[in-house]
């Protein structure tokens, strides 16, 4: 007899889950009786992902696998999709309790730097859903509870959502990757959340990081790509048409190299951020800030010794509206908690 492979094993746990919530009144549980026929509500079919059920406890599974009733106070949220919350044929739906998050957290959840939220701006600018505690439960434990909408506009629906994908669809990288980007992680977890600092404020205009491999990640040793994806509009180009690169402004390479010719990412930014940039000086400063970056992670390959998995890591710069999806495609988000792939906007974001 064959092994069972996992898809089998989590398949047969949900069918197993479903029959149990589904059962008729005449079915028997051998430890507890007969078992009690829950009803769907009909009322479902109105449901929607975001939505606020005021019910103030979930079930939980604690270290020692025994169910506890996790509070709730401000309520939970649907993390199902839409098409399955709504569905009556599906008995089944996840919940994650609401949360209230002080000032300065809530904004940088509101800016997609905390994937552990997802944020409900329909009832207030500090409430979210926990992701981090999801508990799936009957329809029918909903059928009494008031019912809010925690996303009311497209924007902030798409902003959920993309939410809830990303926390469940980030990449996970090899290890020796994860270690020699750590230096990059480092830095953007000291200075994002400051965006008084220079770096902090250069770090708002940085829309996302992408890591591309050359020969994909089965075969080693990688050839990584640090792709720093700009806002719109960041990015100075040359030329009417913005297709002649500007010169290299004589001597700067050297002003932003230490006495060990490391390049500097807190003195770049600084020159970033002066209002006498010039557009040629904004352009030559992003690409050495990339070329730092990737630098400090390739010295960090070599210093442990993985250069043998982690061969070379180079540098682009592109803007958002300029990464094709075919480059999506092909490469992985760097999903930091301080920076991360960015969410729908509204017009007035952008």
């Given at each position: 007899?064959?092994?069972?492979?996992?898809?089998h094993?989590?398949?047969?746990?949900?069918?197993?889950?479903?029959?149990?919530?589904?059962r008729?009144?005449?079915e028997?549980?051998?430890?507890?009786?007969?078992?009690?026929?829950?009803d769907v509500?009909?009322?479902?079919?109105?449901?929607?992902?975001?939505?606020?059920?005021?019910?103030?406890?979930?079930?939980?599974?604690?270290?020692?696998?025994?169910p506890?009733?996790?509070?709730?106070?401000?309520g939970?949220?649907?993390?199902?999709?839409?098409?399955?919350?709504s569905?009556?044929?599906r008995?089944?739906?996840?919940?994650?309790?609401v949360?209230?998050?002080?000032?300065?957290?809530?904004?940088?959840?509101?800016?997609?730097?905390?994937?552990?939220?997802?944020?409900l701006?329909?009832?207030?600018?500090?409430?979210?859903?926990?992701?981090?505690?999801?508990?799936?439960?009957?329809k029918?434990?909903?059928?009494?509870?008031?019912?809010?909408?925690?996303?009311?506009?497209?924007?902030?629906?798409?902003?959920?959502?993309?939410?809830?994908?990303?926390r469940?669809?980030?990449?996970?990288?090899?290890?020796?990757?994860?270690?020699?980007?750590?230096?990059?992680?480092?830095?953007?977890?000291?200075?994002?959340?400051k965006?008084?600092?220079?770096?902090?404020s250069?770090?708002?205009?940085?829309?996302?990081?992408?890591?591309?491999?050359a020969?994909?990640?089965?075969n080693?040793?990688?050839?990584?790509?640090l792709?720093?994806?700009?806002?719109?509009?960041?990015?100075?180009t040359?030329?009417?048409?913005?297709?002649?690169?500007?010169d290299?402004?004589?001597?700067?390479?050297?002003?932003?190299?230490d006495?060990?010719?490391?390049?500097?990412?807190?003195?770049?930014?600084?020159?970033?951020?002066?209002?006498?940039?010039?557009?040629?000086?904004?352009?030559?400063l992003?690409?050495?800030?990339?070329q730092?970056?990737a630098?400090?992670?390739?010295?960090?390959a070599?210093?442990?010794?993985?250069?043998?998995?982690?061969?070379?890591?180079?540098?682009?710069l592109?803007?958002?509206?300029?990464?094709?999806?075919?480059?999506?495609n092909?490469?992985e988000?760097?999903?930091?908690?301080?920076?991360?792939?960015?969410?729908?906007?509204?017009?007035?974001?952008?």
């Amino acid at each position: 007899m064959s092994a069972e492979t996992p898809e089998h094993t989590v398949s047969r746990f949900w069918t197993r889950l479903r029959g149990y919530f589904s059962r008729g009144q005449g079915e028997t549980n051998a430890r507890s009786g007969p078992a009690k026929a829950f009803d769907v509500p009909l009322g479902c079919v109105e449901w929607r992902q975001g939505d606020v059920f005021a019910i103030d406890s979930l079930t939980v599974v604690d270290g020692g696998g025994r169910p506890v009733e996790h509070r709730c106070d401000l309520g939970v949220a649907v993390v199902s999709q839409s098409c399955d919350a709504s569905q009556p044929s599906r008995p089944l739906i996840q919940l994650a309790p609401v949360t209230r998050l002080e000032t300065t957290s809530a904004r940088e959840a509101r800016d997609g730097k905390r994937p552990r939220y997802a944020h409900l701006a329909a009832v207030g600018p500090d409430l979210f859903a926990d992701l981090d505690v999801i508990a799936t439960a009957h329809k029918a434990r909903l059928a009494s509870a008031n019912r809010t909408a925690g996303v009311s506009d497209d924007v902030a629906v798409r902003r959920f959502s993309g939410a809830v994908a990303r926390r469940f669809g980030r990449y996970a990288f090899p290890d020796p990757v994860v270690a020699c980007l750590q230096p990059l992680r480092d830095a953007l977890a000291s200075k994002a959340p400051k965006p008084a600092t220079p770096l902090g404020s250069v770090l708002g205009m940085v829309s996302a990081l992408r890591i591309e491999v050359a020969d994909g990640w089965t075969n080693t040793p990688h050839d990584l790509t640090l792709i720093v994806v700009l806002e719109p509009g960041a990015l100075p180009t040359g030329g009417p048409d913005g297709d002649d690169l500007p010169d290299l402004p004589p001597g700067l390479e050297e002003q932003l190299r230490d006495s060990s010719s490391k390049l500097q990412p807190s003195l770049i930014a600084q020159r970033l951020t002066k209002a006498d940039a010039t557009p040629d000086f904004r352009y030559w400063l992003w690409q050495f800030l990339a070329q730092a970056w990737a630098e400090q992670c390739e010295a960090e390959a070599a210093r442990h010794n993985l250069r043998e998995t982690v061969r070379s890591v180079r540098h682009e710069l592109v803007t958002a509206d300029e990464f094709s999806l075919s480059r999506v495609n092909r490469s992985e988000a760097l999903d930091l908690d301080y920076l991360s792939e960015p969410l729908p906007r509204s017009a007035g974001d952008a």
